[in-house]
């Protein structure tokens, strides 16, 4: 059962245009999510994150959305440059506490989307 | 300041072999985790280690293990390759719950 799921296998979009990625998921207990990137044969990179109690956190031309009621998170790029061409995961993290005390660390990921900007 | 290494970057293997991939987290990071990315399946959490205990365990077969030494660099076992294994091999360290993860750039492990 897939809790995070990026239903686009891809996108493509002109030089300067928006970009707009989406995200679903399922598990209420998702406490905070994050929008990485990555290049082939690199590890993804952190973008920009958001946490539950929220609705929107922008960073530079990068603004993440939640809608909390509608399970749905989306990244949205402006403008886009052909240097954001990559794959976009989100990632979700689980809130439940351990038995031992300490936190969860786990993260659930989209399968991704593979974004193409055009100059 | 350093990022997240592991070792090797490629390793070729043939099935019914065992691999050991090592992790050297960021300075500071306690928390280690371990993700398999995979074309169909995506990322998929392996497991996570801090101050050297298991915290927690994604669903992979018992094939699949790791541990944390005492500097915090992790390693993970994989016995009994199947062709199935061939994945790219990620590790991400964080120093706490309220901080991002960052990511190595993989072991990519083809089992031939």
């Known amino acids: 059962d897939q809790q995070v799921k990026q239903n686009s296998p891809s996108l493509s979009v002109q030089e300067g245009r928006i970009s707009i990625l989406n995200c679903d998921y399922t598990?209420?207990?998702?406490?905070?999510f994050l929008w990485y990137k990555k290049y082939p044969a690199e590890g993804p990179t952190f973008l920009i994150s958001?946490?539950?109690?929220?609705d929107k956190n922008e960073d530079g031309r990068f603004t993440v959305f939640l809608n909390k009621s509608a399970k749905h998170l989306s990244l949205h790029i402006v403008p886009s440059q052909p240097g954001d061409s990559a794959v976009y995961f989100c990632a979700a993290r689980d809130a439940q506490r351990q038995k031992s005390g300490g936190s969860n660390y786990k993260l659930t990921f989209g399968k991704g989307t593979l974004l193409t900007v055009n100059p | 300041k350093a990022g997240v290494t592991q070792t090797p970057r490629y390793l070729i293997k043939t099935r019914g072999q065992q691999v050991t991939l090592s992790c050297s987290p960021i300075s500071g990071h306690r928390s280690v985790s371990w993700y398999q990315q995979t074309p169909g399946q995506g990322l998929q959490f392996l497991f996570e280690?801090?101050?050297?205990?298991?915290?927690n365990k994604g669903n992979f077969p018992g094939r699949f293990s790791g541990r944390q030494f005492s500097n915090s660099r992790s390693e993970m076992n994989v016995s009994t390759l199947e062709l199935g294994d061939s994945a790219l091999y990620l590790c991400a360290s964080t120093k706490g719950y309220r901080y991002g993860y960052t990511f190595g750039s993989g072991t990519r492990l083809t089992v031939v």
């Open positions: 958001i946490s539950s109690i929220k």
């Open positions: 598990n209420s207990m998702f406490d905070y």
């Open positions: 280690y801090f101050s050297e205990t298991q915290r």
